[in-house]
């Protein structure tokens, strides 16, 4: 069982707005630590998508934008395209555990 | 660019040991701390280890302590980690992330494209 926790599966049609949760708890993100989120597509490795909560690499589209409140973070893709299909991780770090703590993954779908 | 690309996975029975390896190149691996990520077939990504930029600090998830040794030699800019005792439940694929810290956590910014490991008899 993952610290963060995610919906296994999320789905939308093109062109449709998703979000992704991720919830955690005091000694993750509400105890201040950042949040970030990961995108991998099938048979690939995961890539940086969101990192500082909601902050963009280079080459990123604005399509993609991440926030968080409290004990929860989450990511909101705009424009849902089909190369958006992919799992989606999101990423903290664990004072309790003294961790680096990810959620166990969500499914897009793209219909 | 930055690549990394990992190699030394393999099929190894339990009680078995394997040494992976990660060359980096495209960046300055001596400034970066080192990470190994894992993922077990159709789960979600689990942190390994991590190693400061020069190897002075490592630390590890609990159920690989005392099993699983990270290394990095930065004239060779390359990362290791060594695996010793290994059980089934270590099988993943293992992939090499370099590591950005920050006051408030941090994040894995480069990945491998992953070695995969399969510990069974």
């Known amino acids: 069982q993952s610290v963060l926790t995610q919906p296994p599966s999320v789905s939308g049609a093109p062109g449709q707005r998703v979000t992704i949760s991720c919830t955690g708890g005091?000694?993750?993100?509400?105890?201040?630590?950042?949040v970030h989120w990961y995108q991998q597509l099938p048979e690939t490795a995961p890539k940086l998508l969101i990192y500082?909560?909601?902050n963009r690499p280079s080459g990123v589209p604005d399509r993609f934008s991440g926030s968080k409140s409290g004990t929860s973070a989450s990511l909101a893709i705009t424009g849902l395209q089909a190369e958006d299909e992919a799992d989606y991780h999101c990423?903290?770090?664990?004072?309790?555990?003294?961790?680096?703590?990810f959620g166990g993954g969500t499914k897009l779908t793209v219909l | 660019e930055v690549q990394l690309v990992e190699s030394g996975g393999g099929l190894v029975q339990p009680g078995g040991s394997l040494r992976l390896s990660c060359a980096a190149s495209?960046?300055?691996?001596?400034?970066?701390?080192m990470s190994w990520v894992r993922q077990a077939p159709g789960k979600g990504l689990e942190w390994v280890a991590n190693?400061?930029?020069?190897?002075?600090?490592?630390y590890y998830v609990d159920s690989v302590k005392g099993r699983f040794t990270i290394s990095r030699d930065n004239a060779k800019n390359s990362l290791y980690l060594q695996m010793n005792s290994l059980r089934a439940e270590d099988t993943a694929v293992y992939y090499c992330?370099?590591?950005?810290?920050?006051?408030?956590?941090?994040?894995?910014?480069?990945w491998g494209q992953g070695t995969l490991v399969t510990v069974s008899s």
């Open positions: 992330a370099s590591k950005t810290t920050v006051t408030t956590g941090g994040y894995f910014d480069y």
């Open positions: 495209g960046f300055t691996f001596s400034n970066y701390w």
């Open positions: 190693i400061k930029k020069d190897g002075s600090e490592k």
């Open positions: 005091s000694s993750n993100i509400g105890a201040g630590y950042d």
């Open positions: 500082g909560n909601s």
């Open positions: 990423q903290s770090y664990d004072s309790s555990l003294g961790d680096f703590v």
